[in-house]
């Protein structure tokens, strides 16, 4: 399935203006509810649906991560992001191999990271990493689906927590035609303003998974797209894990009061 054009150019105009939330739903039911509370985009977790799997963040392959973006854009009429990590592979040709799966999925944008793979060399040298941004554009380009790129840096994710050279990247991936720009990991306003300040007049994308900051605040500082990762699947394995404590260890059922209805929020009739 090729991205509804309406879908991609309804993600293109939320990246035109204001400061809009991407919440990161890990299956088609956490897709689905979200939709249904008047979120206008999603974006897909590669930490959330790994742990779906029973496996950690990094584990899953191309062709499981493909799937994954059909049935998530499937699930829902919104344009959905997919978190393409870092292209599934090395090389420019074959991160362009694949990107050009990914945009059949219905996906209305992607990301591509520059985290090499290698605990020991986490980011793929600059160089590299660029030349993998400008095959990415070229396999949109050569699509015509107009799907949306975003560049990502992951030094702070993978512990590189260095500014400039982030700045630096991202700066040089807007060069190379990514259409939004991401820093995962970044907690501190000044880098937010700086990073935006860099990269401008091309949107930035914030991860939000601690309470550092507000929508209200991140829009101040000139962000235009936030996200959150797997933050919200965390928090339902959270409320998962406690329930299940308690009846393991206190033989207590204390947690299943005010439960949601979700066959009434689900239903699609």
């Not at 939320?14 to 739903?25: D, E, K, R």
């Not at 008047?38 to 590669?46: D, H």
């Not at 380009?141 to 050279?165: C, H, K, M, Q, Y």
């Not at 500082?221 to 894990?241: D, E, H, N, Q, Y």
Request: glycine share 8%; proline share 4%.
């Amino acid at each position: 399935m090729v991205a509804g054009a309406d879908r991609v150019a309804e993600f293109r105009r939320l990246h035109a203006s204001g400061c809009f939330v991407m919440p990161n739903p890990w299956d088609a039911g956490s897709a689905r509810a979200l939709a249904a509370m008047g979120f206008a985009a999603l974006a897909t977790t590669s930490s959330g649906f790994a742990w779906t799997t029973g496996r950690p963040d990094n584990t899953l392959g191309r062709d499981e991560t493909l799937a994954h973006l059909r049935l998530i854009s499937a699930a829902v009429g919104l344009p959905v992001n997919a978190d393409f990590q870092n292209g599934f592979a090395t090389e420019p040709d074959g991160v362009a191999t694949n990107v050009a799966l990914a945009v059949q999925t219905g996906v209305a944008g992607l990301s591509i990271e520059d985290f090499s793979g290698d605990a020991a060399q986490p980011l793929f040298e600059s160089g590299l990493a660029v030349e993998r941004v400008k095959a990415a554009r070229a396999a949109i380009d050569d699509s015509r689906t107009g799907v949306l790129l975003t560049a990502r840096s992951e030094g702070f994710v993978w512990d590189r927590p260095d500014i400039d050279e982030t700045i630096r990247r991202l700066s040089a991936y807007a060069e190379a035609g990514a259409d939004c720009l991401y820093a995962p990991g970044i907690t501190s306003v000044h880098h937010v303003s700086a990073i935006v300040a860099a990269v401008a007049p091309k949107p930035v994308n914030l991860l939000i998974h601690t309470p550092f900051t507000t929508v209200a605040e991140a829009a101040g500082l000139g962000v235009r797209r936030i996200s959150i990762g797997g933050a919200l699947a965390k928090t339902a394995w959270r409320g998962f894990l406690d329930a299940a404590k308690a009846i393991k260890e206190q033989g207590t059922f204390s947690d299943f009061v005010d439960l949601p209805d979700l066959n009434r929020l689900l239903d699609r009739s």
